[in-house]
């Protein structure tokens, strides 16, 4: 029965939730529905203040210019330019413009005021035009206004512009506070993985076994309940196999017992009947390797005692009447010899029931025992269907049990077993890892 190595194939799994994701998007959202929002806050209020502050320039600037135009000394410029509406010398334009206006008509005006009056009649305070905010002052007594404005257009760029330069500042600190955030859960989801990593190398069943002392007080109760877990656990297999030892051990007398029985009946039956009692001799054989097998993997003491095993005299022990074992010359290597004997036992029994004359054992690269048989073979399918049995039985079902066996040995030296694919025959690799 050759067992293939054709790893099994990785069943599907279902795309669970990242509770980083999930984290990471909401964190994502809400930072982004945040900083628009205060963005168009600080837009409305930044237009707002813009719109106060250019309306007090407005207004200072024509308090400044009616003081200039009632106290200038210069009344011959101001009586030249009088009612001809070319701009005073020495303007330069800048973002406002002034008129001044008297009952004649236009008096005075910067480069940039238009050529007409704004307001075509005295109106003191703020006003609006399609074009202008205006503010005007009066002058005296004798009717003259000075009006002083700035352009609609320019008023809007100016808010847009702070508008917008204040809403992307508070969109880029909303970045960076996400950003901060984001670092943050991953700083604080650390224990969950370092947990999950603790748990990828903790054995529940080695004495003394502990997840140690939690990162978070909430991982407290995940430590404290995983620990009573394994502790459970390690009571219940403790006691299986004391159970398992102690009935395999009470088996040993009474198969030995039959086993003689059997051999003083084969020598004192008639022809006839010594083939049956043969039969029955092997089956009673097989049963005591069996037995050998399980007393050594539930012997008392657990700990693996690794030393150099000698294939050749290991299996020089361990004969199997009606099979040939060819040992590769010089092949040793460092196992439990008594968990690897009886991995052999089961295997070679294996062998010998589906067919097999002859084997071959031999150590294929460092730690991994190769047992390949000339017997008739198992098609692919049923290869792959025998190793996926093997990878996922806990409880041995759909193999046989000198599989099972033989893979509990080999995990015990941390390894697993193989079904090895080869072109005639049956092989099995035992992957008995390293010392450490």
């Known amino acids: ?86 701009a005073t010398p020495g303007e330069s334009g800048g973002h406002f413009a002034w008129q001044l206006v008297g009952r004649e008509g236009l008096l005075l005006r910067s480069p940039r005021a238009p050529a007409q009056p704004l307001r075509s009649t005295p109106t003191p305070g703020f006003t609006d035009t399609s074009d202008w905010r205006v503010f005007g002052t009066a002058l005296g007594d004798d009717g003259r206004m000075l009006y002083v404005a700035q352009t609609m257009q320019e008023r809007r760029e100016a808010q847009i512009e702070m508008g917008l330069g204040s809403a992307l500042t508070a969109l880029v600190l909303g970045l960076l506070g996400h950003l901060r955030l984001r670092a943050r859960v991953r700083h604080e989801l650390a224990p969950l993985e370092a947990l999950s990593q603790r748990l990828a190398h903790h054995d529940p069943t080695a004495p003394g076994a502990s997840l140690g002392p ?14 009573d877990l394994g502790h459970r656990l390690a009571r219940r297999v403790a006691h299986e196999r004391a159970f398992s030892a102690h009935a395999a051990h009470a088996l040993r007398t009474p198969l030995a017992g039959i086993d003689a029985q059997l051999a003083v009946a084969l020598r004192e039956s008639p022809p006839a009947a010594q083939p049956r009692i043969k039969r029955a001799r092997e089956a009673a054989a097989r049963l005591q390797r069996v037995v050998a097998a399980l007393l050594a993997l539930f012997r008392s003491n657990a700990e693996l ?15 199997v009447e009606g099979l040939a074992v060819d040992v590769q010359p010089g092949a040793a290597l460092d196992a439990d010899a008594d968990l690897v004997a009886a991995a052999l036992l089961n295997l070679l029994d294996n062998a010998l029931r ?46 046989g049990l000198g599989l099972r066996l033989a893979d509990l040995v080999a995990r015990a030296h941390g390894g697993r077993l193989v079904l090895a694919d ?10 008995l890892g390293q010392a450490g």
């Open 1 to 86: 029965m050759p067992l293939g190595g054709t790893a099994r194939e990785a069943a599907p799994v279902s795309a669970l939730p990242s509770i980083r994701s999930q984290l990471s998007r909401a964190l994502l959202g809400w930072s982004v529905v945040w900083g628009l929002a205060v963005a168009a806050a600080i837009m409305l209020a930044v237009s707002l203040e813009v719109d106060e502050l250019l309306d007090e320039t407005l207004q200072e600037s024509a308090e400044v210019l009616a003081v200039l135009l009632t106290s200038s000394p210069d009344a011959v410029l101001a009586e030249r330019l009088r009612g001809t509406g070319r």
């Open 354 to 399: 589906y067919g097999a004359h002859r084997v071959l054992v031999s150590v294929t690269e460092p730690g991994t025992l190769r047992i390949q048989d000339d017997g008739p073979g198992v098609p692919a399918a049923r290869r792959r269907a025998l190793q996926q049995a093997v990878d996922q039985a806990a409880d041995g079902s759909g193999t």
């Open 214 to 227: 939690a990162e978070r007080e909430e991982l407290q109760s995940v430590h404290a309940a995983i620990d």
């Open 305 to 319: 005692m690794r030393r150099p095993v000698d294939l050749q005299a290991l299996l020089a022990r361990l004969p």
């Open 422 to 431: 080869v072109v005639a025959g049956f092989a099995v690799d035992l992957s």
